[in-house]
């Protein structure tokens, strides 16, 4: 989506433009998510503000997926179109903008795309990952990356759970309650846990796409089948319900990291 989808464009720099892609990670702890919002701190706006001064031009991004405030990401996909003259300078920006904005804010590639290119609407695929720690104690060098559940998990049904989810569903009862009515329904490609050991658990989803929340609240959800709070087979009435309400929590915000975004 576009991260200033409200504000006019802007004229294309004499001479043409070139569409860069940029392949970004991001610790999101200190951030409001990634789309800019007046009077906060967010990865979109240090992101537009160092490519305006590299650039020296104005700078529209497309990002594949928004992510909320807290929400990490390895494999963000960005775009927005360059002054030609900037073209041989696209590949070294992943040097210049990580010197500046990291380590909270890394550009792992960039490079010079196809001028049809939209990161947001080319996109095939996205991939999170929610990992959790099941241990009875904290470990405060991963409390900014993982959701500490200390009651032990049951694995298993957790993993039973993620069945009904395959395939294309309409996926209301997990996603964020919204004032415009707009499909909820998506399709995903692959889902389960796995063990990581130590006790860190990871849960891995592929999606067509999601909508707001759907990640986190399919995990707090399956939480609650792992504590026992719900059955493994609760999950398919709960999807059919096309209920928020029968779902469970909301997982946290910082155990959620967008991982890889397909093209």
């Given at each position: 989506?576009?991260?200033?989808?409200?504000?006019?464009?802007?004229?294309?720099?004499?001479?043409?433009?070139?569409?860069?892609?940029?392949?970004?990670?991001?610790?999101?702890?200190?951030?409001?998510?990634?789309?800019?919002?007046?009077?906060?701190?967010?990865?979109?706006?240090?992101?537009?503000?160092?490519?305006?001064?590299?650039?020296?031009?104005?700078?529209?991004?497309t990002v594949a997926g928004r992510t909320?405030?807290?929400?990490?990401?390895?494999?963000?996909?960005?775009?927005?179109?360059?002054?030609?003259?900037?073209?041989?300078?696209?590949?070294g920006l992943s040097r210049r903008l990580t010197r500046l904005l990291g380590p909270e804010i890394v550009v792992r590639d960039a490079a010079v795309a196809a001028t049809d290119f939209d990161a947001r609407h080319s996109a095939?695929?996205?991939?999170?990952?929610?990992?959790?720690?099941?241990?009875?104690?904290?470990?405060?060098?991963?409390?900014?990356?993982?959701?500490?559940?200390?009651e032990p998990l049951d694995l298993r049904a957790m993993q039973l759970a993620c069945d009904p989810l395959m395939g294309e569903h309409d996926f209301a009862s997990f996603c964020r309650r919204i004032d415009q009515p707009s499909s909820t329904v998506r399709v995903v490609r692959e889902v389960g846990w796995c063990d990581l050991g130590d006790g860190l658990l990871r849960f891995e989803v592929t999606a067509s796409s999601f909508c707001q929340q759907m990640v986190r609240s399919?995990?707090?959800?399956?939480?609650?089948?792992?504590?026992g709070r719900k059955k493994a087979g609760d999950m398919s009435w709960i999807?059919?319900?096309?209920?928020?309400?029968?779902?469970?929590?909301?997982?946290p915000a910082h155990g959620l990291c967008l991982w890889e975004v397909s093209y």
């Open positions: 989506m576009s991260l200033f989808e409200d504000q006019p464009e802007t004229a294309a720099p004499a001479g043409g433009v070139v569409r860069a892609r940029l392949t970004v990670a991001y610790d999101g702890t200190r951030f409001h998510g990634i789309a800019p919002q007046p009077g906060q701190r967010t990865v979109g706006g240090e992101l537009t503000g160092a490519l305006v001064r590299m650039l020296r031009a104005p700078v529209q991004l909320d405030a807290g929400v990490h990401a390895w494999g963000q996909v960005v775009s927005f179109d360059a002054p030609a003259p900037a073209a041989a300078e696209v590949t095939t695929g996205r991939r999170y990952r929610f990992t959790v720690l099941n241990r009875a104690v904290p470990d405060p060098f991963l409390a900014a990356t993982t959701w500490w559940v200390a399919l995990v707090g959800t399956l939480v609650d089948v792992g504590l999807l059919r319900s096309k209920d928020r309400a029968r779902a469970g929590r909301v997982a």
